[in-house]
């Protein structure tokens, strides 16, 4: 799922890059059994209607979609499966692209795997949360019917839940309290943006949607059955996947400014990448 950077010519437009024999031939090897030239002319086509994504290394951009591709998972952004996300390395002076699931992804590939009868993420408003069950310390979260009426209440925190086929069951419940900690501690960009007052970060823009998706990285990386695939995007996930296959982890600046402005306007999207290691990440 990766390309060398000898087939990389720099100073080509995305499309010269993709549409070259090299390029094709590695696009062809690897979308083994699907069709290559869709592939390629999809990926032509969300690369440009995306200046800034166009900006970054090519092969850091095909990269991450052939990752994608490998997993089945869509990067249409109205689908929020995954990302490709621009991100400027100011360390190593280059643009690159993030891959990054989203958390609707994460439920395909949960769900995908056969093991699970149910799995689902939600906000809980106000007058939902009933309490711990005295004998089994589990949150009581009642929802309220009218979906009106429910829309109207203020979201006081978030229940993600999973059943497996066995009948094994889990839920875990986040005080919006306790996500909002989760957020400060993890993520760099959301801290600076509360400190300043900015309204940079996704965490800032989308709070539910990054809510949603760490509940679900929390619950089945703990409690739930991890396919394969679901391993591989979990450890790749907020990552630039390098040449050696594997994915590089970019600490972002102090600023997230310098982040921000490369991102195209899509939810589902956090600009930074706030640790090196995949599996303590912000979006635990």
Known sequence: ??????????????????T????????NQMVAGRDGAKFITSLISLVSNNPMLAECEHSTILSSALLGESLKLSPSPQLGQFYMVPFNDNKNGRKVAQFQIGYKGYIQLAMRSGQYRDLDVIEVREGEYKGKDAFTGKARVEFIEDDNERLKLPIIGYFAYFELLNGFRKSL??????????????SQAYKTDVKKGWDMSFWSKDFDA????TMLRQL?????IMSIEFQTAYTNDMGVIGNDGNANFIDSVDDPSQEIKTLPEVKNIEPTIENNDPLNNFEE
Request: proline share 0%; glycine share 2%; hydrophobic share 40%.
């Open 210 to 213: 990054m809510a949603f998706k």
């Open 220 to 224: 089945i990386s703990k409690w739930g």
């Open 1 to 18: 799922m990766t390309v060398s950077n000898s087939l990389v010519a720099k100073k080509t437009t995305f499309s010269t890059f993709i």
């Open 173 to 186: 419940y986040w005080t919006k309290e306790k996500m909002e900690q989760h957020a400060l501690t993890y």
């Open 20 to 27: 070259s024999d090299a390029i094709k031939n590695k696009v």
